[in-house]
């Protein structure tokens, strides 16, 4: 079964309206739980006078005004639960960031919303119209307003929703069964994604009971919705969608008061599902408080899904370069204090730090870090923090040699330039190795996704978003080769001893060392604590770039904009890759060249401009980010006049083979009588194909067939072809025939 998952949060409940406002007020110890006496003259004389109301207000203050929340004429149309399913269905795919505009996704999104009740002042008001004036005073959309299905049926006429759509009314248990029940939709193949909760309106005086005692006898009314958007995994991480949780299973059963106590049932119903064995020593702990870390953690986390321009960063993204910034900042502010006592060494201060930030746009910097986070990312991994592991190893090279040269400053002045001379070799050999290894795999990679989109386009149009298997193939040709290196780096903290082995070129440390000796002389009696700035400036910029690069490369390469098109993933994939494979085999090559270079000392013109180019690196550094920019922006560009032409051969193509597929299907197919019931196809619940002739097959359609118990009708000789393509029309389908309107008036 598919795995499924919450991407979207949406709620109207007596806490507020929306999911943020509700949260914030629940573990600020908030009570929804007010006063009703007031609320209507009936309320006055019952024994109980509690309810859990949604509150009434403008809507900047959360609270629920109709016409504020919703479209104009749903106010009349709706009954209040269902008002309320709409608002907080909106919130939730808001949350989810899922708008679909495209038919099959449309037709993949379903809505499952359930009520016990429903809204009791719609069945009183009609009881009291009905009693003063008979059926003229009912109300003609008294019964629309009533049916709980129709929370479900507005949220899909309004948004277009063309997937599953149903409700439950199970008593109290009804979000849960919502829940559970469009998850399995989901699981089993029906919908990529289902908007599921529940919704009530039942405060009313037919409603009001006594509130708990110290047996729990007695109950307190509530009024509101809850609704998640439920995903599939795949699809999810896909579009790079948030996932807030796996939903692993719910029991469909009605609990009573002689059943196994709820949560065991639910835990054991998923050990049954999963196949789960639980050993005796298998054991959950929980955090049963909230820590300040984590708090402002998740309000940040909720800030930035308010904003829509903020939300198109990943959030883990955005936090580690704000965390970053703000640790470059402090640094700042503590070197400033200390430079205030010693001005002279303001300018070297600058210095160091613009040196570290010109170090990031190194080649081999923005190369490894590139290639490692696509590496981590089709392995499965969220990689924000490839960049900023690899700088601190790459600093702590600086800081230790630093370190040495301050506390040993006319002794290592002396022998410094044959320990720099024996570690770039070390350094320069391992850096060159790396990017030309990966950039041969890249190589291998780049060939199997020109392959795999040229099998892809030679399908139908409409088959590109189909099917559960399909993936990047990305895995690389070295990769079995040199299995267990890759398997060193499986995890971004493993590029901290990366970065260390390419920082052993000592080129920068030698910087840093020549700036402390050069402090030493110039400011008498600088101690080696003042020296030590520098080194923690060089690093800091460093960190900062490197760390931002990292950030960004996982967000471009997560980039939910064209995630289920797959036709465009392969598109962007092999520009990205043909980018990354110019990179790291130029920047390999140039290092390799200048290993020879400084080692064997050849020369001639080849060898001075290959020493030029090692001399230019932050040059060619700043080419690299500034080549993503403008193949993005020329990708970008090029990709909807490319698109076009390439989909309208395919519907060529396509066209072209279908006359030859009816033809092969036998002569008996053009004598069909259109009247007779062997010329229809009926598409049953279970997702099979059954025809007049008594022949039943699988649907080739997601897991489901053309939903629902439908006849399928073709409109016309395109939509024919594209189905023969696919294998749906009568060829190997026991008989059944799909026709086309035209044709059907033709032989008629």
């Not at 029991?251 to 049954?272: Q, W, Y």
């Not at 004598?671 to 619940?685: I, K, Y």
Request: aromatic content about 8%; some cysteine.
């Amino acid at each position: 079964m598919r795995r499924v998952v919450v991407t979207g949060l949406g709620a109207v409940t007596p806490l507020g309206v929306g999911i943020r406002r509700t949260w914030s007020r629940l573990i600020d110890g908030h009570c929804g739980v007010v006063s009703v006496k007031n609320r209507s003259p009936q309320f006055a004389a019952l024994p109980s006078q509690v309810a859990a109301l949604v509150p009434s207000g403008l809507k900047e203050d959360g609270r629920w005004t109709a016409k504020e929340w919703l479209q104009p004429g749903d106010e009349r149309k709706m009954a209040l639960f269902a008002q309320y399913a709409m608002a907080a269905s909106h919130e939730a795919l808001e949350d989810a960031a899922w708008h679909p505009k495209k038919e099959e996704d449309l037709e993949a999104t379903g809505v499952y919303i359930g009520s016990g009740i429903g809204s009791f002042d719609d069945v009183y008001e009609t009881s009291i119209a009905y009693e003063k004036g008979g059926y003229r005073k009912v109300s003609p959309l008294f019964v629309p307003r009533l049916l709980i299905n129709l929370a479900a049926g507005h949220i899909s006429m309004r948004f277009g929703l063309k997937g599953p759509n149903h409700a439950a009314t199970t008593a109290c248990t009804t979000g849960a069964h919502a829940i559970g029940d469009a998850a399995r939709f989901i699981a089993y193949g029906d919908a990529d994604v289902m908007v599921a909760g529940g919704a009530e309106s039942c405060i009313h005086p037919l409603a009001i009971a006594g509130p708990f005692d110290k047996d729990r006898a007695g109950f307190v009314i509530g009024e509101g919705a809850g609704v998640l958007v439920l995903e599939e995994l795949e699809h999810a991480q896909a579009r790079g969608a948030r996932i807030y949780a796996e939903l692993k299973g719910t029991k469909g059963a009605i609990g009573h008061l002689l059943g196994a106590a709820g949560s065991v049932e639910a835990i054991f119903t998923i050990l049954a599902i999963y196949h789960i064995v639980p050993s005796a020593g298998d054991s959950v702990a929980t955090e049963d408080k909230i820590t300040f870390l984590g708090n402002v953690s998740k309000k940040a986390e909720i800030y930035h899904g308010r904003v829509p321009y903020l939300r198109r960063l990943p959030f883990p993204a955005l936090a580690i370069i704000i965390l970053i910034a703000v640790v470059n900042a402090a640094v700042w502010v503590a070197v400033g204090i200390v430079l205030h006592f010693h001005p002279a060494l303001i300018s070297t201060a600058i210095l160091s730090y613009t040196l570290g930030l010109r170090h990031a746009l190194d080649a081999d910097h923005i190369s490894a870090i590139d290639l490692m986070t696509r590496r981590l990312i089709a392995a499965g991994q969220r990689p924000v923090t490839v960049g900023m592991f690899f700088s601190l190893g790459h600093s702590t090279i600086v800081v230790v040699t630093s370190i040495v040269v301050a506390a040993t400053a006319s002794a290592v002045s002396d022998k410094f330039d044959r320990f720099s001379q024996v570690g770039g070799i070390i350094g320069t050999s391992v850096s060159a190795a790396f990017l030309i290894m990966l950039g041969v795999m890249n190589v291998y990679i780049l060939y199997r996704l020109v392959k795999q989109l040229n099998a892809l386009l030679a399908t139908h149009p409409s088959e590109d978003d189909e099917g559960e298997d399909f993936k990047i193939h990305g895995a690389g040709c070295l990769f079995n080769v040199f299995k267990g290196m890759f398997k060193m780096i499986d995890r971004p903290w493993k590029m901290y001893p990366l970065g260390v082995l390419f920082g052993l070129g000592f080129d920068t440390s030698s910087e840093i060392a020549l700036l402390g000796i050069s402090s030493i002389q110039a400011a008498r009696g600088t101690s080696i604590w003042l020296i030590l700035l520098f080194p923690l400036l060089f690093t800091a910029g460093m960190c900062l770039l490197d760390t931002a690069d990292g950030a960004l490369m996982m967000s471009l390469y997560t980039s939910a904009s064209l995630a289920r098109d797959r036709v465009a993933i392969l598109y962007y994939s092999i520009v990205l890759t043909v980018v990354t494979v110019i990179v790291a085999l130029v920047i390999g090559v140039i290092q390799l060249l200048t290993l020879v270079l400084n080692v064997a000392e050849p020369t001639g013109r080849f060898w001075d401009g290959v020493e030029r180019a090692g001399d230019s690196y932050e040059i060619i550094g700043g080419s690299i980010c500034g080549s993503f920019l403008v193949f993005g922006a020329l990708s970008v560009l090029l990709y909807k006049p490319w698109r076009r032409r390439v989909d309208e051969k395919r519907e060529r193509n396509n066209n072209r083979v279908a006359p030859a597929l009816l033809h092969q299907n036998g002569e008996e197919d053009q004598n069909r009588d259109p009247q007779d019931p062997a010329s229809v196809v009926v598409v049953g619940n279970d997702g099979s194909r059954e025809d007049g002739g008594g022949g039943k097959t699988p649907s080739s359609r997601r897991g489901g067939g053309t939903p629902y118990g439908t006849v399928e009708i073709v409109g016309d000789e395109e939509s024919q072809a594209h189905r023969q393509s696919k294998g749906e029309g009568s060829k190997g389908k026991g008989g059944g025939q799909h026709i086309s309107a035209r044709e059907v008036g033709e032989r008629a």
